[in-house]
């Protein structure tokens, strides 16, 4: 689980230890949205808009649509959606 990290830092963290299986479903089900709500107001102060992407392909495309999904296909989405929101920040378009 992530350590003392804030912001961005905690749930860049958070995402990648569910994607590395340091973390289970359940937990990271669980617990997105609370750390979501716990991070946001500092991520949007730090950059708004990278905020806004944050949200958009990891909750709106990424954990509100996963639920019914086997826990295979629940990580691909996830991973999918992480690796999309990783390449928008690489491409310069935030």
């Known amino acids: 689980?992530?350590?003392?990290?804030?912001?961005?830092?905690?749930?860049?963290?958070?995402?990648?230890?569910y994607l590395s299986g340091e973390a289970d479903r359940l937990t990271f089900d669980l617990d997105f949205n609370h750390y979501l709500m716990e991070h946001y107001?500092?991520?949007?102060?730090?950059n708004a808009e990278l905020a806004e992407c944050f949200v958009f392909y990891l909750a709106e495309q990424g954990h509100d649509?996963?639920?019914?999904?086997s826990d295979a296909a629940h990580k691909k989405?996830?991973?999918?959606?992480?690796?999309?929101?990783?390449?928008?920040?690489n491409d310069g378009l935030l």
Do not use: C, H, S, W
């Open 65 to 69: 649509v996963a639920q019914g999904l």
């Open 1 to 17: 689980m992530p350590g003392r990290k804030t912001g961005f830092a905690f749930m860049f963290a958070f995402v990648e230890d």
């Open 77 to 89: 989405l996830i991973r999918k959606q992480y690796n999309e929101f990783v390449a928008a920040m």
């Open 41 to 46: 107001p500092r991520m949007e102060r730090k």
